[in-house]
């Protein structure tokens, strides 16, 4: 089977935004579908690619009633992983509802961001949390952020420069509800 979308998970996970993706060392991911993932034990990549042949669980004629997809799904509402789960339902409905191929521009659009902020904000500290960030907020927030940040950061260091990003998405976060950290199960 040929893989079009390495970097979309099969769950409906966008591995563009994922901090293991954003990495130059050797455990860098380059997605759930990549070759070096496909050996692992992921029970999406065994039912979706080597049984059923498809990248997308929603491409399945058992979607609906799949209770693997529908836990992992409720567990995304929950808690996260080293990932952000946070809007796996939401972007899955856009999806069903808009079309992939806008969905995936919408992620390229996010990955742009995040790239932004890792290459000008970023102290060495703050990938899980950028990436948190692009995940959650909306593309013309994290645009304005960016900007603001550009503007009132002009001439600092690298770690003055990520404390100016930090305290505008914090803000933002603070205004709209947003939640810029990792669910841990054992905090529930």
């Known amino acids: ?91 899955i409905n856009c999806i069903q509802e808009n079309g992939f191929e806008e969905y995936k521009k919408l992620q390229n659009i996010r990955e742009e961001i995040l790239r932004d902020m890792l290459s000008n904000f970023n102290e060495g500290r703050s990938k899980s949390y950028y990436c948190i960030a692009v995940t959650v907020m909306k593309v013309e927030e994290l645009k304005q952020a960016l900007i603001r940040a550009k503007e009132n950061s002009y001439g600092f260091d690298i770690k003055s420069k990520s404390k100016v990003l930090h305290a ?3 803000e933002t976060a603070k205004q709209e509800g947003y939640y810029l950290r990792l669910r841990k199960k054992s905090e529930l």
Request: glycine share 6%.
């Open 168 to 170: 505008i998405l914090d």
């Open 1 to 91: 089977m040929r893989i079009k979308y390495p970097e979309m998970g099969i769950c409906g996970l966008s591995c563009q935004l994922c901090p293991m993706y954003h990495t130059d060392s050797n455990s860098r991911c380059e997605g759930c579908k990549s070759e070096s993932r496909m050996t692992l034990g992921c029970p999406f990549i065994t039912c979706a690619i080597k049984k059923k042949e498809i990248e997308f669980c929603w491409e399945c004629k058992d979607s609906i009633n799949c209770e693997k997809w529908r836990k992992h799904r409720e567990a995304g509402g929950k808690f996260d992983s080293f990932k952000c789960y946070q809007k796996l339902e939401e972007d």
